[in-house]
């Protein structure tokens, strides 16, 4: 640029990526631009100062500079002057479109170390090139970042970057990164474990989260990168994110629950099939496959649990013909409510549409407590299997895991690599159903209390609760009569599992 050019108003372009060493410091970008302005007689009237940012963002997508690339603000400089091109970008097609957007609203942009006028046409053909060798560069990088990451995944070390949710990364002692609980997320992580495990529907566990004013995993996150970790949100603070099903649902499927190194969500293995652990596990392996059988069969375990306006029997009475559940209605005539339990498929089937909800109430609990009163509370509990049952399980996985990757490789060091695992996996599947084992599984055990005293000290929520843990049904339809008007003749049959049928017939 000559001496003789008017005095510009000057934008310096600071950036620093923080993954790469060669990267010079703010202020020493700082002082070339403005060594080169006073040089010029220009005045910087601003920085766009962008740190931690990687140099294959799009300059208009960056947080500081971005914002000085709008109509809005184009008037307020006229020079955009950078310590060095890739400060701008590293990617031709970006700082193409840099180049033209400057020429369009009459700027001007300068590399101060290379003496670079990219308002000129020689100028911008030597950034072109300088760009394409600095592309060639970031790939170079990226290749690697990517060879790095194999490698900490193989050794089981962690390779950076936002951990799972319950974990945060600390220094080992022979070198590099492993993962510990966080101890301020962990009881979130197990409640989430815990509510699931006892059916609860992923729906109504992330709204609780929200009406409780849990930040999600995300938003955690980046109070933990500012450090200063909080789980909830202050009062009158926005949320900036809500839990949602699908998330919830994501870090209960995660096998970062169990400490596994993963990726692309496959876990990594050893030459035995053994997953590689890098961290130690925020829950049990039968909490894990109850988790899974859980969500494996979802739709069960969402009919045991109620929305937030359903009835007090939402899920514990059927319809007497269809054996479909009866959905709880609110109908306010007159300022007066009135409630129904209704069958979705009334029209299929001879029947009232609709029965009054406190005469269905009123008749499962005194048919329940006249028969079952004074047994004792029986529900249904998740027994875990022995030591053999857990490690077979696992095997197990591990083979499904690796069956499924062989379609998945091309080439034939990878295929060797599979085979090899799955052959010593399957030797120990061969040595571990030779040995007796106590497999896990759900089962009816009584759990102390009759069921009189429980239900007369419980809250609706809490008895609703009792009849489905306990698996007690009520099938129950009326004819003779429409509407919700008295008379008619009902039918109804208590339904009892098994364990307290038993139980009753004694």
């Given at each position: 640029m000559s001496q003789n050019t008017p005095p510009l108003r000057v934008l310096g372009r600071l950036r620093l990526s923080r993954s790469t060493d060669e990267s010079t410091s703010i202020e020493r970008q700082r002082e070339t631009i403005q060594r080169w302005a006073d040089a010029y007689g220009h005045q910087v009237i601003g920085w766009a100062e962008d740190v931690d940012v990687s140099g294959a963002i799009d300059p208009f997508d960056t947080p500081q500079l971005g914002a000085w690339l709008t109509p809005d603000r184009a008037g307020e400089w006229d020079a955009l002057a950078a310590w060095k091109l890739d400060r701008l970008g590293r990617n031709a097609i970006q700082l193409n479109r840099l180049f033209a957007w400057s020429l369009d609203h009459g700027k001007t942009l300068v590399s101060c170390s290379e003496s670079l006028?990219?308002?000129?046409?020689?100028?911008?053909?030597?950034?072109?090139?300088?760009?394409?060798?600095?592309?060639?560069?970031l790939e170079a990088i990226r290749e690697r970042s990517r060879s790095s990451r194999a490698k900490l995944r193989e050794s089981a070390r962690w390779a950076g970057g936002k951990p799972p949710f319950g974990y945060r990364p600390v220094p080992r002692a022979a070198g590099g990164w492993e993962l510990e609980h966080d101890d301020l997320a962990v009881p979130l992580v197990q409640r989430i474990v815990t509510e699931a495990i006892d059916g609860k529907?992923?729906?109504?566990?992330?709204?609780?989260?929200?009406?409780?004013g849990y930040r999600t995993p995300a938003d955690y996150y980046r109070t933990v990168k500012a450090e200063e970790p909080t789980l909830t949100l202050a009062e009158g603070e926005t949320r900036s994110s809500r839990w949602q099903t699908t998330?919830?649902?994501?870090?209960?499927?995660?096998?970062?629950?169990?400490?596994?190194?993963?990726?692309?969500?496959?876990?990594?293995?050893?030459?035995?099939?053994?997953?590689?652990?890098?961290?130690?596990?925020?829950?049990?392996?039968?909490?894990?496959?109850?988790?899974?059988?859980?969500?494996?069969?979802?739709?069960?375990a969402r009919k045991h649990h109620r929305r937030p306006d359903a009835g007090p029997l939402s899920g514990v009475v059927f319809c007497a013909w269809?054996?479909?559940?009866?959905?709880?209605?609110?109908?306010?005539?007159?300022?007066?409510?009135?409630?129904?339990?209704?069958?979705?498929?009334?029209?299929?089937?001879?029947?009232?549409?609709?029965?009054?909800?406190?005469?269905?109430?009123?008749?499962?609990?005194?048919?329940?407590l006249a028969q079952a009163g004074t047994l004792p509370v029986t529900q249904r509990v998740w027994v875990p299997g022995d030591a053999r049952d857990q490690e077979l399980r696992?095997?197990?996985?591990?083979?499904?895991?690796?069956?499924?990757?062989?379609?998945?490789?091309?080439?034939?060091?990878?295929?060797?690599?599979?085979?090899?695992?799955?052959?010593?996996?399957?030797?120990?599947?061969l040595e571990l159903e030779s040995q007796?084992?106590?497999?896990?599984?759900?089962?009816?055990?009584?759990?102390?209390?009759?069921?009189?005293?429980?239900?007369?000290?419980?809250?609706?929520d809490e008895r609703r609760s009792l009849l489905l843990r306990s698996g007690i049904t009520l099938r129950v339809g009326v004819t003779g009569r429409r509407g919700g008007h008295s008379g008619g003749v009902w039918t109804w049959e208590l339904n009892v599992p098994e364990p307290v049928a038993d139980a009753l017939a004694r």
């Open positions: 006028d990219l308002s000129t046409t020689t100028g911008r053909m030597l950034a072109s090139i300088i760009a394409g060798i600095a592309e060639g560069e529907p992923l729906t109504r566990i992330a709204a609780e989260l929200n009406d409780e998330a919830v649902r994501n870090l209960l499927r995660n096998n970062a629950l169990r400490g596994y190194v993963h990726h692309n969500g496959s876990v990594v293995r050893d030459d035995d099939g053994v997953p590689l652990q890098l961290g130690e596990p925020l829950v049990t392996p039968d909490e894990w496959d109850a988790v899974q059988a859980i969500l494996d069969g979802n739709h069960e269809c054996g479909e559940p009866l959905h709880h209605n609110r109908n306010v005539t007159k300022g007066n409510e009135y409630r129904y339990y209704r069958c979705p498929k009334i029209r299929e089937h001879d029947g009232v549409s609709m029965v009054p909800a406190s005469e269905v109430e009123d008749l499962l609990e005194s048919e329940f696992e095997a197990v996985r591990a083979l499904d895991d690796l069956t499924r990757l062989v379609g998945s490789v091309s080439s034939a060091t990878a295929q060797e690599r599979i085979t090899t695992q799955i052959s010593a996996v399957d030797r120990r599947i007796p084992v106590r497999e896990a599984h759900w089962e009816y055990r009584e759990v102390g209390g009759t069921y009189r005293d429980v239900w007369e000290n419980a809250s609706t």
